[in-house]
Structures are given as C-alpha cells and as structure tokens.
C-alpha cells in the first residue's frame, strides 16, 4: 500500500507569512516612531526576526519600505464609468490610504530618502509608480506624460498636507482636490 506524502516545502518559515509580519511591523514602527527612526533594527525587533532575515529579502531600509509600500497600496481600484469617476475614485483611494497609521509617514520618508539615492528611485519609480500609472493610463486613454503629472499633483499634494501638518489631509481637501484635478482633466 502506497503512503500519501505531503508535498515538500522549502525550508524556513513560509515567506507570505514573514512579509505580512514584517510589513505590519513596518508600518507600526513608522507610526509610533516616525519614518527617521524607524530603524531596520527597531523594525526586526518589533518583527520578531533577525535584522539578517530582513536584509536577506531587502538590501535596504528603503527598498522595505517601499516594498511595504507597495502591499499595503495594493493594485489600484480603476472604478467608474466616466474619465470623473475613475479619476475621483483613484484620488480618494490614495487619500485613504495615505491617511492610514504610518503609510503617509513612510511615503513621505522613502520619497525624502530617494533625492540621493539612485537605486530607491528607480524602486520606486518601476515597482512602485509604474502600475499605477499605466492602469491609470490605459482607464483615462491619457498619454503618460499628462498621467505622471496627475499622479505628482495628487501625491505631491497629499504628501505636503501631511508634512506640513503631521495629519492625513480632511475629507473636505479631498473633496476639493478632486474638483480640482477634474477642471484640470
């Protein structure tokens, strides 16, 4: 009689499991901390790994966080049945989820971080901004240019509110945000 064997798994812990821990872990030690010290080494800790497991899937703090980034934003939900709708639910998507604990810190820290550093800009340039912008591209039947500058005035926007106030930017701004990249659309 034959015996059933269970597949076979790698070795270690299943890497979907230590990306979640690590990425919640991430946006906690932003939140509580702020992006400048929210450590590779504070992060593990709160993780409950070696800084060794981090750097062996990150070879750097800010190719962590942007890929934190990255799974925490998601795909973009490309909702509507007009250019408006899909433009405004794109906006209020990215409101909501710079006002989530520790995203807009961290956003707004990896873009900071990325002015001197080549590699984190082409990160976040190809993994990050690039997805979005051709979803947004291909809903809007817009060119890239004119989708890139969309993306710099909603972001940018965003991003400013909460480095100039430490606070998400208040429903309202959103609602006027939106009004306003629609006249620009």
């Given at each position: 009689m034959a015996r059933a064997t269970a597949p076979a798994r790698p070795?270690?812990?299943?890497?979907?499991?230590?990306?979640?821990?690590?990425?919640?872990?991430?946006?906690?030690?932003?939140?509580?901390?702020?992006y400048t010290h929210a450590t590779v080494d504070r992060i593990a800790a709160a993780a409950g790994v070696a800084k060794t497991t981090l750097y062996r899937r990150w070879p750097s703090k800010g190719a962590l966080i942007a890929a934190c980034l990255l799974d925490a934003f998601g795909?973009?939900?490309?909702?509507?049945?007009?250019?408006?709708?899909?433009?405004?639910?794109?906006?209020?998507?990215?409101?909501?989820?710079?006002?989530?604990?520790?995203?807009?810190?961290?956003?707004?820290?990896?873009?900071?971080?990325?002015?001197?550093?080549?590699?984190?800009?082409e990160i976040l340039s190809t993994q990050f901004q690039d997805p979005y912008r051709v979803a947004l591209q291909e809903a809007l039947g817009e060119p890239e240019q004119r989708v890139l500058?969309?993306?710099?005035?909603?972001?940018?926007?965003?991003?400013?509110?909460?480095?100039?106030?430490?606070?998400?930017?208040?429903?309202?701004?959103?609602?006027?945000?939106?009004?306003?990249?629609l006249r620009m659309l």
């Open positions: 070795p270690g812990r299943p890497r979907s499991s230590v990306d979640a821990t690590v990425f919640a872990a991430t946006l906690r030690t932003v939140d509580e901390l702020g795909p973009v939900p490309v909702e509507g049945a007009s250019r408006q709708e899909i433009l405004s639910s794109a906006v209020r998507w990215g409101a909501a989820k710079v006002a989530e604990p520790g995203v807009g810190a961290a956003f707004a820290g990896v873009f900071t971080d990325a002015i001197n550093d080549p590699a984190l800009r500058f969309f993306i710099d005035v909603i972001v940018g926007t965003l991003l400013h509110r909460m480095g100039m106030t430490g606070a998400p930017m208040a429903e309202s701004d959103v609602d006027a945000l939106v009004e306003m990249v």
